[in-house]
């Protein structure tokens, strides 16, 4: 996987997030005919989902709570 492509999308990324979105990326170009800008994309979407499921979720509650006083 080209390096260039992936780095602006992945930068937002916490590391973790990171590595699981370049394994998944890397299996996608291996498995299926896609560009790598759409296995990248794809890939992050999957990670993201992801990582959401593995959040503790009184940390996620956490978040959310902090998250509506800010608005």
């Known amino acids: 996987m080209d390096a260039r492509i992936a780095l602006p999308e ?8 990171r590595e699981k979105a370049v394994a998944i990326a890397q299996e996608l170009l291996r498995s299926t005919n ?8 794809k890939a992050i979407l999957i990670a993201k989902n992801w990582a959401v499921k593995n959040v503790n979720r009184s940390v996620w509650k956490k978040l959310k709570s902090v998250e509506k006083e800010m608005i």
């Open 10 to 17: 992945l930068m937002y990324l916490s590391p973790t997030t």
């Open 34 to 41: 896609i560009s790598p800008r759409e296995a990248v994309s």
